[in-house]
């Protein structure tokens, strides 16, 4: 990278260049006077960007020497420049001192561009809020903070700014949500400028953090429980992000406000700083809230690592120490600003400032595994965390490796209380982290999981793992990988069970066509055809004297399905083909319900061990429409599935056909907003002109558009009753399975917490908590239908804890 001083001259020697050029004038100049102005913007851009990273210059004179340049181009570029200095405060938190710093050089320098700065960041905030865009309102708050330690905003009116965030804790029937964030805005903020406030206003400040205790001695804490990793609160507790930030700031106050971790530039400056003449925020007022906001879902903090973990090297700080928030809340800004660009961000976080002063690779690690486990959803998509500590232990080979094995050994040995939405991305990157590093592990260290039951956490994690390594390899590699000692627990071979294929079995109904349907697939018969073998099949639901025509036929499918997919059992596409090949005869035999529950009982019983071509399938048989999600859902849940119940790839299937659900109605949704605002135009457009053909036209095209809303608007409606449809029949089939078992439970006088109901009422909490944004809008029904008060206290325990989400 080039010296940033050397850069600045480069930038002023250029400038020269063209004030030359430019009274030189000639045809080189004309062309190029348009794309000039523009050079020199990028150019400011590049250099306000990078400023703050790796450079044989001090941060200081490198400060100092951009501030020099933006103060000569503020005549000219002061816009520009306003807007990269909002948009870095928004977007570059990880570098918040070094900008706060900038603008305090700017404003030292020229007072007038200092507060139209402070203008420009309140309107921003106003934006942000208005847009529900919490994240970005929250840094620009915190940089606006800073500015206190910079001379560029006075203390009082920041305090007066945090007084109107808490006084949001006073206001009447609005959800919890609201307040909690306005707490932890100025919570969050004082770390930075809890210092200079009690300096200056230490009378406002105690009664200000005594307005918040009380807030959050009264807040209820209902949703706890559904968003912890784990349930026990040992080796670590796990603490609500509110409740462990106060208690943060509570010690970080006993010590004085005396922090030891933040970057702060502007204290070389402060002799030119203090010098500078300060600016008062205007009031601000927090925006009403709306039925439209969406306020951010509350958290728990994450925690595997205390200071007994890092035997060697720096200390890592306390749970409750201040510098414990400022070093994870800097990495999740780091990952936040470069997680699109792996290696970046894997290098920006190994490069972390003061690294040397902190357990980095400890700190790392826990972050990303914090953000991956966030519940409900991640931050990012998962694969961008594996991704991430892939490239990470690229770049520490020597260290980095040992950290993340140590996570795994302990996360493994706390599976017993672990989540089971957890435990679900836990195994998923495990297994597509040991792809990349040749499966290699010390499977031996874990033969403790060999002598328990299988129901049991562990021996099903490992079970778990080895079969999603299984789809990301094959199977005989994973049988030379594992000690012979886990043969329990390696996945079966992937086969085909094709009932026709044996003689043995040709006394069995149906053999016959069987044998007779799959020529006539072979020799490439057409579809009547076929359905004419078929019409041979007995019923097994009729009686021989029955004359009322032909209901659903259980074997009719059997045979039919079994045979194409014995077929094309050779790959994913040839499957694929098939039932895109057959597709009618598919859709003329599942014409009624059972026939739907049955087809996907046949794909179940041929490639029963086989799990992921089950999903596919599945997947391709929703997709093709030939059957529909209430079927899949219907079929999870049956008695045939009981056995299945507790494994990975029935919530994969069951997830992925809600998804598919959600993605079906939102897309109807889409094409009616985009056929009112196309209607909207039109009407528009007729108003504004006078012809009397363009009326007659409009005419035309107003009635077709009508027609194409009064449809959409019926097919919205279709969807959305389909979507709850879903819903109500999910949850129908968890109380009854989970009611069953607890009245069994007790009456049989026995613990009823056994680990199948330990997955089954997590899976429950999963489908709240996946889908919480889709099952709001259904909230009246599902509390007059199915969660009412006489339900067991159980189950209604997870209903309430996903209200609370959002209460």
Known sequence: QPVMSKLFISVVSWLVAFAINHRVGGQSHKRRRTSEPIEIEDRLESLICRVGEKSTSSL???LEGLAGVLEADLPNYKNKILRILCAVARLLPEKLTVYTTLVGLLNARNYNFGGEFVEAMIRQLKETLKANLYTEALYLVRFLSD??????IAAPSMVAMFENFVSVTQEEDVPQVRSD????????SLPWVGKELYEKKDVEMDRLLNQIDGYLKRRLKTHVPMLQVWTAEKPHPQEEYLDCLWAQIQKLKK???????????????????????????????PPAHTPDCQYPVPRV??????????????????????????????????????????KTCAAQLLSYPGKNKIPLNYHIVEVIFGELFQLPCPPHIDVMYTTLLIELCKLQPGSLPQVLAQA????????????????????????????????RWSWDDWADCLAMDADKPKPKFVKEVLEKCMRLSYHQRI???????????????PIFFYKYQDEANSKCAGYAVAITVGNAIKNRASNEEILTVLKDVPNPNQEDDDDEGEGFNPLKIEVFLQTLLHLAAKSFSHSFSALAKFHEILKALTDCDEGKLHILRVVYEVWRNHPQMIS??????????????????????????????????????????????????????????EAKEKLEKQQHKKDSGDEEDMERNSEDEDGQLEEQIERLQEKVESAQSEQKNLFLVIFQRFIMMLTEHLVRCETGSVDFNTPWYKNCIERLQQIFLMHHVTIQQYVGTLENLLFTAELDHHILAVYQQFCALQL
């Open 408 to 439: 795994t050994e302990m996360m493994y040995m706390r599976l017993d209380t672990m989540n089971t939405t957890c435990i679900d991305r836990l195994l998923n990157w495990f297994s597509h982290h040991l792809s990349n590093f040749q499966f």
């Open 301 to 342: 903090v994450f925690r595997v690592f205390d200071y007994t973990d890092a035997p060697e090297g720096p200390v890592m700080p306390g749970s409750h120490s201040v510098e414990r928030f400022v070093i994870e809340e800097n990495l999740h800004n780091i990952i936040k600003s470069h997680w699109k660009e792996r």
């Open 147 to 152: 500015l206190v330690n910079c001379h560029v």
């Open 479 to 493: 049988v030379d990988i594992v000690p012979p000692t886990f043969s329990a627990l390696i996945p079966a071979e």
């Open 255 to 285: 010590d004085r406000w005396q922090e030891r971790h933040i970057l702060r530039p502007y204290i070389a400056f402060d002799s030119v700083l203090c010098e500078a003449l300060q600016h008062n925020l205007p009031p601000f007022t």
């Open 60 to 62: 200081e004179s490198n």
């Open 616 to 673: 596919v399938l599945v997947d391709k048989l929703i997709r093709t429409q030939i059957v529909d999600c209430a079927a899949v859902a219907n079929w999870l849940f049956s008695p045939n599935m009981a056995h299945e119940f507790t494994r990975f790839y029935v919530w994969e299937i069951l997830h992925s056909t809600i998804r598919k659900m959600n993605k079906h109605v939102q897309k109807i949704q889409k094409e009616l907003e």
């Open 181 to 188: 964030w306005f707490v932890y805005v100025v919570l969050s």
